[in-house]
């Protein structure tokens, strides 16, 4: 679908242009400043103002992302007035006229209702305004109208209509843009609800239990576990942003382990090499955490004697490499295969394909999961991440749940 509106924008431009440089050739000569000819002129003003346009209306349909971007809109049609409504009020108004505000949403009722443009004439005894039509285009999105754009000029020109009803299609398409990144928010939102879902109930009773056992015998001991364990539920389950630091991560992953350690005592030996350079490195929430449990819950299961994990996270240029490795019972690699793939129930590993699809939504199918495994021989994964990914970064506190 993203390539689809790509593509309709890139054929709307020209439309634009041409109606740029009509109402900017009826308005006043200008300098081209050595760009060629008017047509190729008006094509650089027009992409330039569409660029500055788009980015508030990347955040859907509001009073600020209409003042912000109403300026912008009004020059690509050199209109004498713009404004954008949403199905009850004007949100911005561009240019003269204002007054004009409330006969304007009053003659909204039926293109809000039906979806289709029209133009009218405006009343006014203002000796002044120069407004004496209005061309409404509604704003849709997925066949809902969602408001709408009226310019207004002094009179009734067929271009001005045709060239309305394009840039409201251009507006339309960057707010069905902006309703994609807050579906695929929400997206994210579930699946962090879901890893959080994941945290083991045992893990928590048994967490519990073990503190319970060092409340009479060494209540210092059960202080400080109590503390791990405040910290660690703090921290999995926040509210705050979508990302997180490597730094953020790896701590909640030591309180992760301090619970275990208490349980498991010298079964369980557990070894960290981080470089420092990459502990500022963002990363999405609750990535890496799952990948350790999966290595603690594989490295014992089935052995009785010492279990052994390793955690690294290295400097790699322009990513971060980190490798969680365990010793224990390992898996099926076709197993492993179908866990990832959804095709069956992701039960013999916690998380790895919540992970896996997370880190391939944020940057790509080339940053999956590389997970080596075989039947005991344990389990060795490893996650690269961009030290920088546009629109990834990491909240800038810490929020309580």
């Known amino acids: 679908m993203s390539g689809f509106l790509a ?8 439309l634009l242009a041409a109606g740029f440089w009509l109402g900017r050739r009826t308005a006043r000569p200008e300098s081209l400043g050595g760009l060629g000819t008017p047509v190729e002129h008006a094509t650089f003003q027009t992409l330039h103002t569409a660029s500055l346009a788009a980015p508030p209306l990347r955040a859907g349909l509001t009073g600020e992302t209409a003042r912000r971007s109403a300026r912008r809109l009004r020059t690509l049609l050199g209109t004498d007035a713009l404004c954008l409504t949403d199905q009850k009020q004007v949100l911005a108004w561009e240019g003269v006229g204002d007054h004009h505000r409330t006969e304007i949403m009053e003659r909204l009722a039926g293109p809000l209702e039906t979806g289709r443009g029209e133009a009218f004439r ?46 409201a299609r251009w507006v339309s398409v960057q ?38 056992s060092f409340v009479r015998t060494d209540p210092e ?44 005592g010298e079964r369980l030996s557990v070894t960290l090499q981080i470089a420092p350079e990459v502990l500022p490195v963002a990363l999405p929430f609750l990535c890496l955490q799952p990948l350790v449990e999966n290595a ?19 400097d790699a240029g322009a990513e971060a490499l980190v490798v969680i490795e365990d010793d224990g019972a390992g898996m099926d690699p076709d197993l492993l295969r179908r866990i990832l793939a959804g095709e069956v129930s992701p039960s013999g590993g916690i998380g790895l394909s919540n992970v896996d699809d997370r880190l391939r939504q944020v940057y790509g199918d080339d940053y999956g999961l590389v997970i080596e495994t075989a039947v005991g021989a344990g389990m060795k994964i490893t996650a690269r991440l961009p030290k920088y990914q546009p629109g990834v970064h990491s909240a800038s506190r810490r929020s309580e749940p």
């Open 221 to 264: 001991r059960a202080r400080e576990l109590l503390l791990e364990f405040a910290d660690f539920t703090r921290y999995s389950f926040r509210r705050h942003g979508d990302f997180t630091t490597l730094a953020d991560e790896l701590h909640a992953i030591d309180h992760y382990l301090a619970l275990v350690r208490a349980r498991f």
């Open 175 to 212: 707010l069905e843009l902006a309703d994609l990144d807050q579906s695929r928010t929400r997206l994210i939102e579930a699946e962090i609800k879901a890893l959080r879902a994941q945290i083991s109930p045992h893990f928590i009773f048994n967490s519990l239990a073990v503190i319970a």
């Open 7 to 14: 593509g309709l924008c890139v054929a709307v431009l020209p």
């Open 122 to 167: 405006l009343n006014c005894d203002a000796p002044d305004c120069p407004l004496r039509w209005a061309v409404v285009a509604p704003l849709t999105v997925d066949d809902r109208v969602h408001g709408a754009l009226v310019a207004c000029a002094p009179r009734e020109s067929a271009v001005l209509v045709r060239a309305a009803g394009e840039v």
């Open 296 to 314: 603690v819950k594989h490295g014992l299961e089935g052995k009785a004697d010492k279990s052994r994990i390793s955690i690294t996270a290295q």
